[in-house]
């Protein structure tokens, strides 16, 4: 059984930075590409940043440029590290998997909620101004 567990979200300060993580237990995570989405008070969830196997990455428009995904498939880990945060970043943050493409088969990192499939319960972030 997948499970996604998220860490390391908190408050911060307009301009900083914060790094969230997800670990994967139950599989092995090199097997999946991996994403965070991000879901605001009173709306629907956003993609943020998708990572695939090959370390293929995509990003959401409003965080390009300030947000970097990474996998560590040793320690069965993916982070989101973000910079120059905003208060409008403030949102409960998710991590999500979906199976990684078949060998020799290119699969682009996916920016759509329903093409994952492994949900962690999320992390909040909040950024003050």
């Known amino acids: 059984q997948v499970v996604l567990e998220e860490s390391g979200g908190g408050l911060v300060q307009a301009g900083g930075s914060l790094t969230v993580d997800c670990r994967m237990t139950?599989?092995?995570?090199?097997?999946?590409?991996m994403a965070w989405f991000l879901q605001a008070p009173g709306k629907e969830r956003e993609f943020v940043a998708a990572?695939?196997?090959?370390?293929?990455?995509n990003f959401g428009n409003s965080v390009r440029g300030r947000f970097t995904i990474s996998r560590d498939n040793r320690k069965n880990t993916v982070a989101l590290q973000m910079t120059s945060l905003k208060p409008e970043d403030t949102a409960v943050y998710y991590c999500?998997?979906?199976?990684?493409?078949?060998?020799?088969?290119?699969?682009?990192?996916?920016?759509?909620?329903?093409?994952?499939?492994?949900w962690g319960q999320g992390t909040q972030v909040t950024v003050s101004s």
């Open positions: 999500a998997a979906r199976g990684s493409s078949p060998a020799g088969i290119w699969q682009p990192p996916s920016p759509s909620e329903s093409d994952y499939y492994h």
């Open positions: 139950g599989d092995i995570i090199n097997n999946y590409d």
């Open positions: 990572v695939t196997w090959a370390s293929n990455t």
